[in-house]
């Protein structure tokens, strides 16, 4: 740039006629002119201060074009940010939403609800209207009519309670949890919710009850396709949910029936050299759960010693010590093998 063009320049900045570029260009040039009279500047140091300005100008100019970028696009990464929190909104209401308690509230809408909660480090006894007992454990919430309708009896349960149900064969006995709905007439059992470490459980004590999968326990409802399959529970039989499907096994502390009942009973656990094979039907008849060896030689076998104050579990290791053998369970059975 020769004198006369920049002469020029600057009677045009200071008529306000040069571009923003021509007017950023004469700002830097004045912030770095540094009290030199730019009339004793040659060509070559106005070409070299041109240069450098022109640099600074570019720089800043892609510093203000990033931030016009930045300013443009703010509104889009607020929608999809907002986007972004509302759908995690809505997990998390999804997450903790219990369709299986509202479709409860919606099926006994006519009908006034009382919920009670076991707040104590103890058992809690609820006596219902049909003088059933519900004995919470601690943390355990149930969800029932203060008078129950005319052609069943429902209750929804959270957490683990022990359910002593009066006999009324008119008027079925429904326990609704997340997982499972239980249906019995007259019985005792305990239902158990299910937790991270655990999965949904039902285990009789006396009676027979239905276990099936809650239809109503996923947002959207389940098809029948998809539903686990019913089935019965009789007396030290527990019932497992886990993965749509529903097994049967044994309970983790088996009592005789008469105990259970709550009826006299004359078997004696004192045995002086019985055969293992009559002991088996002995202990068969008195829990109600088979046992039985997997081959001849063991129920030829004798034994000899007090079992009276002993578990079940804990009379079969006793027995099983003194011949040699092991038990383990299948199913709703015991098995007594002495193979390695």
Known sequence: MNQKSFNDLLLRYQNGNCTDAEKLWVDKWYHNL????????SSSELDEMQDKIWLNINHS?????????????????????SIMIAFFLGGLYLYNYNPTEQAFINENGDIALI???NN???LMDIKLSDESVVTLKPNANILYPEVFADNKRTIYLKGTA?????KNAKRPFYVYNQKLVV??????????????????????RTGKVQ????????????????????ILLTPNQKGVFSNHQLSKTLVNKPIPLAEAY???????YNFKEESVKQIFKTLTEAYGIEIKADNEQISNYTFTGDLSKKGLYEQLDLICGTISSKYYIQGTSIVVSNKN
């Open 262 to 268: 709550n009826i006299p009973t004359s078997v004696s």
């Open 183 to 204: 249906r019995v007439l007259g019985t005792s059992f305990w239902v158990k919710e299910s937790t991270d470490k655990m999965p949904a459980q039902v285990a009789v």
């Open 34 to 41: 540094n009290n030199k009279n730019y009339n004793d500047l």
């Open 162 to 166: 022990f359910f002593s149900v009066s």
């Open 115 to 117: 919920s009670k909660t």
């Open 61 to 81: 100019g892609e510093k203000q074009i990033d931030t016009l970028k930045v300013k443009r696009l703010w509104p889009k990464f607020a929608i999809a940010a």
């Open 120 to 122: 104590t480090n103890g």
């Open 211 to 230: 276990v099936q999968e809650n239809e109503k326990s996923t947002f959207l409802g389940l098809s029948k396709e998809k539903l686990a399959q019913p």
